[in-house]
């Protein structure tokens, strides 16, 4: 469990302070509030972030990722208890699933099979502790699975159709997991959803002619790729 003085560094100041200024003092107090009882309550740490340089990453893709940093969890179930879905039938797939946060989220929600992509080992293994600590101390019956691997040459199960994106990377790699994501869809046509968080900049699904953008917020965009 983290302790209230290990949060109190120069990069969770940082971000309070890039919080304040973007959304205002009384929702970043709310994520704060948040992300704070998420790990009390199950006892886990999700809220430091890491740096990519102090990780084991084996990937040419290591310098077009971005640092660890967990999904806020007001964010997280006020964007994703909007999509019309049902979860006890659905599978989560989070792409750069670091600590393993939007992963619990997604199994608090209910999602039938949760599924962790991440190139880190160090984030990776921190990952499964995390799930461990969580299903002891939750009543989730989602199955999990935690994958490391680089997201390009990730294949898409056919029966993954809610996809999250927490800022994981850069245009050029989101490119190229579309490509895959496409070929998952071409074998098994069926609604996928995808769910990118503060994309700053990486418009590669706006881009593709194929993912049809359903809502807009500031929290990010949520699209949906239909038969």
């Known amino acids: 469990m983290t302790s209230i003085f290990r949060l109190i560094n120069a990069a969770n100041i940082a971000r309070v302070f890039r919080n ?19 790990d009390r309550r199950y006892q886990i740490d999700t809220i430091n972030t890491e740096r990519l340089d102090n990780l084991e990453i084996d ?7 971005t640092y660890y940093e967990g999904v806020n969890a007001y964010v997280f179930q006020k964007i994703f208890s909007g999509l019309d879905v049902d979860l006890s039938q659905s599978c989560f797939v989070d792409y750069g699933s670091g600590k393993g946060k939007a992963m619990c989220l997604a199994a608090e929600m209910g999602f039938k099979k949760v599924i962790g992509i991440e190139f880190s080992l160090d984030l990776v293994e921190t990952c499964k502790k995390n799930l461990e600590i969580f299903r002891q101390k939750s009543a989730s019956k989602s199955d999990f699975e935690v994958i490391h691997m680089d997201a ?4 898409l199960p056919s029966d993954a159709n ?3 994106f927490f800022n994981p990377f850069n245009e050029a790699v989101t490119d190229q997991v579309i490509e895959k994501i496409m070929e998952s869809y071409a074998q098994t046509p069926r609604m996928i959803w995808v769910v990118h968080l503060y994309p ?5 699904f706006v881009k593709h ?19």
């Open 20 to 38: 304040i200024f973007k959304v205002g003092p009384i929702t970043t107090f709310r994520y704060i509030v948040s992300d704070l009882l998420f």
């Open 162 to 164: 809610v996809l999250s």
């Open 59 to 65: 990937s040419v893709n290591k310098a077009s990722g």
């Open 152 to 155: 390009t040459e990730y294949s």
């Open 209 to 227: 002619p194929r993912f049809q953008l359903v809502r807009e917020s500031n929290e990010g965009l949520i699209f949906r790729l239909a038969p």
């Open 200 to 204: 700053q900049g990486n418009l590669a």
